[in-house]
C-alpha cells in the first residue's frame, strides 16, 4: 500500500501526486468508488472500461476491478471482453433499482474523491509557497499603486508567515486594490483534490469560479488525475458574508457537501472585506476564527453531527474601512499576525497617483493642468484618497467620449468630471439655453 504521506514537497512539484496502483493506494472506501463507478456507467451510452475510468480520473486496471466487482454482484452485465480497457457493460435491473438507492442518499458524480488525510497532508506540504516573498516580488506586485516602502516590508512579512493581516484605513485609500493583488507574490502552483471522502459522505473542494486550472503542458508528467493543479487561489468575500457561509453547505437536490470559501482558499489568500459591514456581528465572525486562526485547524460539521478537522492553511486578511479601535475584542486582535494602516496619500504621492492613472489611459498630462486639480482639492478643503485619480480619468474619458471629440486633458474637462464626480450642482449661465424642448404636448390619441 502506497500512501501520499511517504512523499516530499519536491516529489509532488517535480512529479505530482502519484498514481494510485491499488484501490487500497486511494485511500477511499471501495464501496464508495463502486457506487460512483455505477452512477457512471448509468449515464453512458456504451460504456467500457475506458470511458468509466475517465469518469472517475482513475487507471483502467482499478477501474476495471470495480466494475468487475458489479459484475459478480449482479448489477451490470459484461457484453464484450477483448483487449485492455474494451471490456463492454449494460445495467441489469437490480443495478437499476441500486442506483435509485444511492440517488437518493448521494447525487455525486464527478470524479473520485480523495481521502481526508491525503487532503490534509497535501495542504500542509504545499501551504508556503516554493520561494518567499522579498520586496523586489512585493513592489512588482503592486507596481501600479504608490505605497510607502514600510507598508510594503510589513506586507512581505505577513505573505512569508502565512498567518493573518489586519488592513485599516480610510475608505479611498487602496484597502481592496492592495488585497488584490497581494497574492501575485504567492509563488508556484497547487494541487487540489476535486473532491473529499469522509464517512462515506462527498465533500466538492474544486471550484470553477474559485480556482483556475494551470496549464496542461506545465505537468508532462502522469499523476493521479483525482488531483487538479490549479494557481494559488484569491478569494474575497465581503458585505454579503453570514456565518453559515462559513460552515459545510449540503444540497438537498445535489445531496452531497460543497466546501466552504475557507476551505476552498487553503493555499491561497481569503479576503474578508468591508470587515464591519458583514449581515452579522464583527464579534460574531471574529469569534469564529479565534481558534483556526490560533492553530491552524478549522473544525467543520457533518449533518449527522461528525465533527472533521481541517487545515486552515490560506493568508488570511481582514480589510476594514473602520477605526482598528472599534474590534475591542482583544482575544481576536492578539491571534492576528501583523497589522497595517494605509494612511490618505499625501500631496506628492497623489501626484504621482494621477500621474500613473494618466500614463495607464494614454493621457497626455502637463502640470499646470495636475496643479488645478490640486487647487480644487485646496479650495474645497476635500482630503485626497489614493482611489480619486483613476475614477476622474475615467468620468473624463466618458465626457470625451460623449462628446465625440479626443481623450485629453483641459481645465473644462477636470472640472467637469470633478463636478459628476463629487455631486456638484449643475446651473445655467446667463444666457444659456436650455437642451430640452418647451414645446407643449399636443393632444393624445385614445
Known amino acids: 500500500m502506497r500512501h501520499l504521506s511517504i512523499f516530499t514537497r519536491e516529489e509532488i512539484e517535480s512529479l505530482g501526486p502519484p498514481i494510485p496502483e491499488e484501490l487500497a493506494d486511494t485511500g477511499v472506501h471501495q464501496d464508495v468508488l463502486r457506487d460512483l463507478a455505477l452512477k457512471h456507467l448509468a449515464r453512458l451510452v ?9 469518469k472517475l480520473n482513475l487507471p483502467c486496471a482499478l477501474t476495471e476491478e470495480l466494475l468487475y466487482q458489479l459484475y459478480r454482484e449482479k448489477l451490470i452485465e459484461m ?18 433499482q441500486r442506483l435509485a438507492q444511492m440517488q437518493a442518499q448521494c ?27 522579498s520586496m523586489q516580488s512585493v513592489r512588482a506586485a503592486v507596481n501600479d499603486m504608490v ?15 502565512r498567518s493573518s493581516l489586519f488592513l485599516s484605513g480610510p475608505p479611498g485609500t487602496g484597502k481592496t486594490a492592495l488585497t488584490q493583488r497581494i497574492n501575485r507574490t504567492v509563488f508556484g502552483f ?19 469560479q474559485c480556482h483556475k486550472s494551470a496549464p496542461e503542458d506545465s505537468m508532462a508528467v502522469e499523476h493521479d488525475r483525482r488531483w487538479v493543479r490549479i494557481e494559488r487561489p484569491l478569494i474575497t468575500v465581503g458585505g454579503d458574508l453570514m456565518l453559515e457561509h462559513t460552515a459545510l453547505s449540503w444540497s438537498d437536490s445535489a445531496r452531497f457537501y460543497e466546501a466552504p470559501f475557507q476551505v476552498k482558499s487553503n493555499g491561497g489568500t481569503l479576503v474578508i472585506d468591508d470587515l464591519g459591514r458583514q449581515r452579522m456581528a464583527p464579534q460574531d465572525l471574529m469569534n469564529r476564527w479565534i481558534q483556526p486562526l490560533e492553530e491552524r485547524v478549522d473544525i467543520l460539521t457533518l449533518h449527522n453531527g461528525k465533527k472533521i478537522q481541517f487545515p486552515f492553511e490560506q493568508l488570511l486578511v481582514f480589510c476594514t474601512g473602520f477605526e482598528e479601535h472599534g474590534f475591542d475584542d482583544e482575544a481576536f486582535l492578539r491571534r492576528i499576525g501583523y497589522r497595517v494602516r494605509i494612511e490618505q496619500p499625501s500631496l506628492p504621492a497623489y501626484m504621482e497617483i494621477f500621474k500613473q492613472a494618466a500614463n495607464e489611459r494614454g493621457i497626455d498630462l502637463d502640470s499646470s493642468k495636475l496643479n488645478h486639480l490640486i487647487k480644487k482639492y485646496l479650495h474645497d478643503q476635500r482630503p485626497m484618497r489614493a482611489s480619486e485619480p ?27 468630471a470633478w463636478n459628476s464626480y463629487f455631486g456638484k450642482a449643475n446651473s445655467f449661465h446667463p444666457g444659456q439655453k436650455s437642451l430640452t424642448t418647451t414645446a407643449q404636448p399636443g393632444p393624445v390619441a385614445v
Open 390 to 416: 483613476g475614477e476622474l480619468l475615467n468620468r473624463l474619458r466618458d465626457i470625451c467620449l460623449f462628446r465625440g471629440c479626443s481623450l485629453q486633458l483641459t481645465n473644462e474637462l477636470i472640472d467637469l
Open 107 to 133: 447525487g455525486y458524480l464527478g470524479p473520485a474523491p480523495v481521502s481526508l488525510a491525503d487532503y490534509r497532508h497535501m495542504v500542509e506540504l504545499q501551504a508556503k509557497p516554493s520561494r518567499p516573498a
Open 79 to 96: 457484453r464484450l471482453q477483448s483487449a485492455a480497457g474494451t471490456s463492454r457493460y449494460a445495467m441489469l435491473e437490480h443495478g437499476w
Open 190 to 208: 497547487i494541487w487540489i483534490p476535486y473532491a473529499l471522502e469522509v464517512d462515506g459522505e462527498i465533500i466538492r473542494i474544486f471550484d470553477s
Open 46 to 54: 456504451e460504456p467500457t472500461s475506458a470511458t468509466v475510468a475517465e
Open 147 to 161: 505605497l510607502p516602502e514600510s507598508l510594503l516590508e510589513t506586507v512581505g512579512c505577513a505573505i512569508n508567515s
